[in-house]
Each structure stands twice: as structure tokens, then as C-alpha cells.
């Protein structure tokens, strides 16, 4: 009998030390004088896993890590993603800010999927897409953890947000719940599972970014980008285009009161 199983392979990019970065008093004292920076200085050094896939949400969540005093390291799931210069803008992000790096690289059946284009917030909101990838944050998760309990890392961080983006079931504040409960069971005394930005909204989650230093040209969010030029180019009309937009278009005028129940 033949078993079929994920090809499974670690590889280490960057093996350095966190060094600060450089960013002016006023975002400094933003980020310390609100509650997602508080209790920081109990958790220096403490070791956290944070799913970083180079799109804006993971990205801003590894930042935050890293703001917070936490030894952040930023895992990649190389999959087979049509998308794959995501990784390329995460191998960036983690060498401008000397952030050590690792990919795991693992296969498995998908099923067909389409991208759909051209569909507004509101639809994006209320709807599954149909791109949505089966099992994909429950694989992400499950690797993590794996890779948490190999280095000692206390916490698993993902950037799963669900106000702008509920149609998908493994972003929702139930899922990661769910998961947790499981994880529990299956590793006593393992890491726990923070989804920093699970009540924020894109423009709130930009607008956090630019905060830790990030710009819209650092990270990478089409699903299906075009040759230009001999140049990939986002398309501007799939659903992560469309949040991108959406989110940095409107991150002046996001509230900054929601960052208080940050936790």
C-alpha cells in the first residue's frame, strides 16, 4: 500500500540578531501610550512564532511582535501559492529590519479554485470567496506550533482579521479559539495562539503599519498579479488588491480608540 503524505522541509534564511529600528519619538510614544504596547517589558526575550506571508496583515503582525519586546521570528509556509513573490517582499521585510527568517515547505492536493475580480468591501465582507483554500490556516497553525515547540517559542502570532474580511471561516475569532482548545489537547503546555489584529479593520491594520515603519510598497497582497515589462505588477482587481486599496486609502481617518482593546 502506497502512503500518501506533505513533503515537509525546513529552511533556515536568516540567522541573526533583532536590532531596533529606526523610528522617530512621536511613533514611539504612539505605540508605548496605548494598551497594545503595555506589560511590554514583562515579555523581552521571550520567543514568539509569527506566521509571516509578506501581505500587509502578517507583516504589521511581525512588526508588532518585534515593537513589543518580543524575539520574533518570522515563519513562511511555502505551499505551491500561485502568489509566490509574497515570499520575496517577507525575505525583505525580515532583512531591513534584521529579523530571523525560516520556511517550511510542504505539498498537498488542492482543490480547483477561481479568483474572483472586481467584487466591492461590502461583498468581500458577507461572502466566502471562492479562492478560499481549504484547511490552509489549519496547516499554517499546526506547522507553527510544531516549529514553536522545536525552538522554545512561547507564542504562535498570526494576523487573521475578521471585520473586513469575515467570508473566511479560518479568520473568524472562533476559529482561533477553536484551535487553541485543540492545541492544548494535543501539546500540553504549548504555545499560545495571538491574533493581535482579529478586531481591526484593513484601514485600522494600514494605518498601524505605517506606525511601525512600514510602507504600502513593502508588502505584497495580489492573488493573481501581471507581467508588465518583464515585472509582476499587482492586477488591482482581486479581493487582495481591492483590501489593499481600501485599507491604505482610508488609514488617515481610522480611529486609533479601537487600538485600546488591543490585547
Not at 108 to 134: D, G, M, Q, V, Y
Request: a positive charge; aromatic letters at 8%.
Amino acid at each position: 500500500m502506497r502512503l500518501l503524505c506533505p513533503i515537509v522541509s525546513l529552511v533556515y534564511y536568516v540567522d541573526s540578531v533583532e536590532s531596533e529600528d529606526k523610528m522617530d519619538n512621536n511613533d514611539d510614544n504612539f505605540l508605548t501610550s496605548h494598551p497594545i504596547a503595555q506589560n511590554s517589558l514583562k515579555f523581552v526575550n521571550k520567543k514568539v512564532v509569527v506566521l509571516h506571508s509578506g501581505g500587509l496583515d502578517s507583516s504589521v503582525c511581525l512588526l508588532l511582535a518585534r515593537k513589543k519586546g518580543l524575539d520574533a521570528i518570522s515563519l513562511g509556509i511555502d505551499f505551491g501559492q500561485r502568489s509566490r513573490i509574497e515570499m520575496v517582499y517577507a525575505d525583505r521585510l525580515c532583512e531591513k529590519f534584521q529579523i530571523p527568517r525560516r520556511i517550511i515547505k510542504v505539498r498537498w492536493h488542492k482543490p480547483k479554485r477561481t479568483i474572483p475580480k472586481n467584487r466591492k468591501i461590502e461583498e468581500i465582507r458577507k461572502s466566502k470567496s471562492s479562492a478560499f483554500l481549504p484547511g490552509r490556516n489549519v496547516v499554517f497553525l499546526a506547522l507553527a506550533a510544531a516549529e514553536s515547540a522545536s525552538i522554545g517559542a512561547k507564542e504562535i502570532w498570526i494576523g487573521v482579521n475578521s471585520i473586513d474580511y469575515s467570508g473566511y471561516p479560518d479568520c473568524r475569532g472562533d476559529f482561533i479559539e477553536a484551535f487553541q482548545l485543540m492545541l492544548e489537547k494535543a501539546v500540553p503546555n504549548g504555545p499560545k495562539v495571538i491574533a493581535p489584529l482579529q478586531d481591526l479593520s484593513k484601514p485600522e491594520i494600514a494605518k498601524l503599519a505605517i506606525h511601525l515603519g512600514l510602507s504600502r510598497e513593502e508588502t505584497w497582497s495580489c492573488y493573481r498579479p501581471k507581467r508588465i515589462n518583464q515585472s509582476l505588477r499587482p492586477c488591482g482587481r482581486c479581493d487582495g488588491c481591492v483590501l489593499d486599496e481600501y485599507a491604505w486609502t482610508n488609514a488617515k481617518a481610522a480611529n486609533l480608540v479601537s487600538f485600546r482593546d488591543l490585547r
